[in-house]
């Protein structure tokens, strides 16, 4: 029944504007009556951060930008949401059309230039939260901060106490300069003073973990940098990655190819399980890796965890699949590890991440 409701919804959604058609999705979420998963099989559990996964499989930023939903997503058996990305003042983001799907490719651009509601109404929400599983903030600086670093350190003061998890989000394409963030000196700066905020209220708040977000477009250099970095400041894990400005030559939706803003969904798989798979190389098992980008298959999910990821996260793959995509891909994780008389996906995780690195890079 969940399944035909499913199918027909996503009929439905595809047949309207994509941004309308999201907005109906997290209005869904929110009042549709909605089943109950069952229990997670025990060895889908996964321990990262110091938290307790029931399963490895996560929302990514940008689904609920405003925290809207949080709590339906997990309770349709999600591990974990990562709500926002969420700027201190609200904002209105890039003007519409902003959102587009290339139907023939399973992907999408976006150009929304993180239109947030801002802190005060998020907080409001996730404070009024009564359900006690994972739910991360994904935080980016306001496109006329006068001191972007520090609406980082604001965001994390304020939300420490409420989130499970924050990720520092500075590879978004679509806000003018954020990415140049990632550069050393500038990014040393930003962790120093993003985990010196965290470790001002870790009395209120309690050790909440730290991630870093990056974009799969960096350099191999840039990339040995910003792990260098991460490591030297102590993150607790980073997120590999966001959207992609370039455009693979495979792409057969030619005129929405030219569209401005990041690339998702199928065709980013190749390049983002390369850069998981080197980042994985680089961490050298320090901190746990998010796995995201193009999953939108159990066997696809599958390759993530075996290129780095201890957890993965999905958006467009439930774009073009619907929720059916979560218990898919959890049926196959099941699968594997019963194949394998495996006690748990712990064996997995970068089982195959040396061998991608040998490949020929993604085009
Ligand atoms: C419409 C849309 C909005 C997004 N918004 C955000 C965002 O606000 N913050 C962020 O860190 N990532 C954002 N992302 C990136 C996703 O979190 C994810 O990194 C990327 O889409 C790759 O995963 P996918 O191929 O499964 O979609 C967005 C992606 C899409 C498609």
């Known amino acids: 029944m969940i399944g035909l409701l499913d199918r027909l919804a996503r009929r439905l959604l595809h047949a309207l504007d994509p941004e309308d058609a999201h907005r109906l999705a997290i209005n869904m979420l929110k009042f549709a009556p909605l089943l109950r998963a069952g229990t997670d099989d025990k060895r889908?559990?996964?321990?990262?951060?110091?938290?307790?996964?029931?399963?490895?499989?996560?929302?990514?930023?940008?689904?609920?930008?405003?925290?809207?939903?949080?709590?339906?997503?997990?309770?349709?058996?999600?591990?974990f949401v990562e709500i926002g990305t969420v700027t201190p003042l609200p904002q209105p983001g890039n003007p519409r059309p902003r959102l587009f799907r290339l139907d023939a490719d399973c992907g999408v651009i976006n150009r929304l230039g993180f239109n947030s509601e801002g802190a005060a109404a998020v907080l409001a929400r996730l404070a009024g939260r009564t359900n006690s599983g994972i739910v991360g903030l994904n935080i980016g600086a306001n496109k006329d901060a006068p001191d972007r670093i520090l609406d980082y350190v604001a965001l994390i003061e304020r939300f420490a106490p409420v989130a499970s998890y924050v990720t520092i989000n500075i590879s978004s394409p679509n806000t003018p300069g954020l990415r140049n963030m990632q550069q050393a000196a500038v990014l040393d700066d930003l962790l120093a003073r993003v985990i010196d905020a965290r470790e001002r209220v870790v009395q209120r708040s309690g050790p909440t973990p730290v991630l870093l977000k990056i974009a799969p477009d960096l350099s191999l250099p840039d990339l040995d940098d910003a792990v260098g970095i991460a490591r030297s400041r102590r993150v607790d894990g980073m997120i590999v990655g966001n959207t992609t400005v370039t455009r693979p030559a495979t792409l057969q939706d030619a005129a929405t190819a030219k569209e401005a803003g990041g690339l998702s969904g199928r065709p980013l798989l190749a390049l983002a399980n390369r850069m998981l798979a080197e980042t994985y190389v680089r961490v050298e098992g320090v901190f746990p890796l998010v796995g995201v980008g193009g999953i939108d298959s159990g066997e696809a999910a599958l390759a993530k965890i075996r290129a780095g990821a201890t957890l993965i996260q999905v958006y467009s793959?439930?774009?073009?699949?619907?929720?059916g995509l979560l218990d898919e891909i959890k049926n196959a994780l099941i699968a594997a590890v019963e194949h394998d008389q495996m006690d748990d996906l712990r064996d997995y995780v970068g089982a195959d991440a040396a061998s991608v690195t040998a490949e020929p890079w993604p085009r």
């Open 317 to 323: 793959g439930l774009v073009f699949r619907g929720l």
């Open 44 to 79: 889908l559990a996964t321990r990262a951060f110091g938290l307790n996964f029931p399963n490895p499989v996560g929302v990514a930023a940008g689904f609920d930008k405003h925290g809207e939903v949080p709590d339906a997503l997990l309770r349709v058996g999600f591990g």
